[in-house]
């Protein structure tokens, strides 16, 4: 009887911990969302799509702005903007600046990215637009050129609006336009403090002092949303980018990005197939002057496996062989199939990489010979 037991509850103990383990992660986040920065895979999300006020995750497109007009030479790092009665004025968090003075750009961005300035956010909507509001409409105008769908701005700062909001998706796609758009201006995302006018502030941005893969974005917070963060960490090759909104405190949100971010790091990674304009196959020509061609993609071959399936994938090559003289470069000729990845199958043009005209009647004839006799041909 006594060996029954123990062999029931070691039966018990083992059914409960392969339960555990078997159990999908989740978050006391209202909204979340978990995307592979490389290859766009969606490797978590709760209530992604719904609309949400972002407070100062706002300020990410404000960034954005003001950066194109850097990179676009409208601005410079060394221009200077007013300060006017309304920025001085704006409450919630602040660079403290003065009115009627003018401050440097570069000055401005650390305000915004470390001190989260609501007050050098208008002086930014201001200098670059003439008013905060037509800022605005140049928030919405951009915000549909880089695919953004379910957001909208009624002003720079992500005051609360109940027409200002934006989608976790939205929040996503952003911040990752900002890593590959911006990356001579990504660094200053973890500085962790900034003095202005003699005011030393630290970056609001907690897993910064708390989770050594992280190197940015945004924080957030009103009534209205709770804490937020917008953030990206990165693990040997793999980032991820890491939205949350909904959470009742500082602690829970430092407490649940890092749980997030661990969990993903540790069940997926990605698979770096083929390079850009790496040749994937030589394929057979049908009477041209070369025998072979070369078949390339015009994109790396980079998807999202779960770790445990990483032996799981199949990659093949569809297309009608052999191919038929002539051969156009960068013309498509097959397609790469690729199953059994996180985001299922996935499918991939692929190009050749020169021009091969057809061959002269001689050629035509021992090629057509060979490839009868022995199912191809050499040069």
């Known amino acids: ?13 083992f059914l409960l911990i392969s339960n555990a383990y078997a159990l999908p992660i989740t978050t006391s986040a209202k909204y979340a969302l978990i995307v592979d920065y490389e290859t766009g895979n969606v490797l978590y999300e709760k209530e992604s799509n719904k609309r949400i006020s972002p407070a100062s995750m706002s300020k990410l ?48 961005i650390r305000g ?15 200098g670059l637009s003439g008013s905060e509001e037509l800022f605005a409409e140049m928030m919405n105008i951009k915000a549909r050129e880089i695919g953004l769908i379910s957001s909208n701005y009624t002003n720079s700062t992500g005051w609360p609006d109940d027409n200002h909001y934006m989608s976790l998706i939205d929040l996503a796609t952003l911040s990752k336009r900002i890593i590959y758009d911006f990356p001579e201006f990504f660094y200053l995302f973890k500085e962790k403090e900034y003095t202005f006018n003699d005011i030393s502030q630290n970056n609001r941005n907690p897993l910064l002092y708390s989770y050594k893969h992280s190197d940015g974005l945004k924080t957030g917070y009103t009534e209205e949303s709770g804490y937020a963060l917008s953030s990206t960490a990165k693990k040997g090759n793999n980032r991820l980018i890491l939205i949350l909104s909904g959470m009742k405190s500082m602690k ?16 997926y990674t990605n698979i770096n197939l083929f390079t850009e304009e790496e040749s994937i196959l030589e394929a057979d020509v049908w009477l041209g002057k070369k025998a072979l061609v070369n078949l390339y993609s015009k994109e790396s071959i980079v998807f999202t496996v779960k770790r445990k399936n990483i032996k799981d994938f199949k990659a093949k090559v569809i297309y009608d062989s052999p191919i038929s003289a002539p051969i156009y470069k960068d013309t498509e000729y097959a397609k790469l199939i690729i199953s059994n990845t996180s985001k299922g199958n996935l499918v991939y043009p692929l190009f050749a990489k020169e021009k091969i005209e057809k061959a002269g009647i001689f050629k035509k004839m021992s090629s057509a010979i060979s490839y009868l006799i022995f199912g191809g041909y050499a040069e």
């Not at 915004?112 to 201001?126: K, L, P, R, Y």
């Not at 829970?252 to 969990?263: D, H």
């Open 1 to 13: 009887m006594k060996f029954f037991l123990i062999k029931f509850y070691c039966l018990l103990l």
């Open 61 to 108: 497109m404000t960034l954005y702005i003001l950066f194109e007009a850097i990179q676009d030479g409208s601005v410079n790092l060394d221009s200077e903007f007013l300060v006017s009665t309304k920025a001085w004025k704006k409450g919630g968090s602040r660079m403290f600046l003065e009115p009627e003075s003018k401050v440097k750009v570069i000055d401005l």
């Open 112 to 126: 915004i990215i470390i001190q989260s300035g609501n007050d050098a956010c208008i002086v930014v909507a201001e």
């Open 252 to 267: 829970e949100r430092r407490k649940e990005a890092i749980k997030l971010f661990e969990w993903a790091f540790r069940e």
